[in-house]
């Protein structure tokens, strides 16, 4: 399984980015995706999740309000929506993957996650 999470980039604060994340060689759409953020001597703090079905989703306070997660599995996709970005935003951002199928648990740890992509840059400017 490859992920890829795109869609980053420099924005202004109270700007919007939305990510992607892909999967190539698996399916999405029966395991549950996690989206966390890393900045250079932190550890990977969790920022989203969302079950298998789409239909539950968990938010990080930090976000709440303001970040929202999807999934699209005819594309075989699950977006984070950010908007009114801020500058403690800044950070990798890596979506990852629980391959246990229908699993009933949503993991706000890394550890929870089987297969992650490579980040992608988000930075917000004052």
């Known amino acids: 399984v490859q992920l890829q999470a795109s869609g980053g980039g420099l924005v202004q604060a109270g700007g919007s980015l939305r990510l992607a994340c892909t999967a190539s060689?698996?399916?999405?759409?029966?395991?549950?995706v996690g989206w966390f953020r890393q900045t250079p001597g932190k550890e990977r703090e969790f920022v989203a999740a969302?079950?298998?079905?789409?239909?539950?989703?968990y938010l990080a306070d930090s976000v709440k309000g303001r970040f929202t997660i999807s999934r699209e599995n005819a594309k075989n996709t699950v977006y984070l929506q950010m908007n009114s970005l801020k500058p403690e935003d800044t950070a990798a951002y890596y979506c990852?993957?629980?391959?246990?199928?229908?699993?009933?648990?949503?993991?706000?740890?890394?550890?929870?996650?089987?297969?992650w992509g490579r980040g992608t840059q988000v930075t917000v400017s004052s």
């Open positions: 990852a993957l629980d391959t246990r199928p229908y699993g009933s648990r949503v993991y706000k740890t890394p550890g929870g996650y089987h297969y």
């Open positions: 969302i079950d298998w079905s789409g239909d539950s989703t």
């Open positions: 060689g698996r399916a999405l759409r029966t395991y549950a």
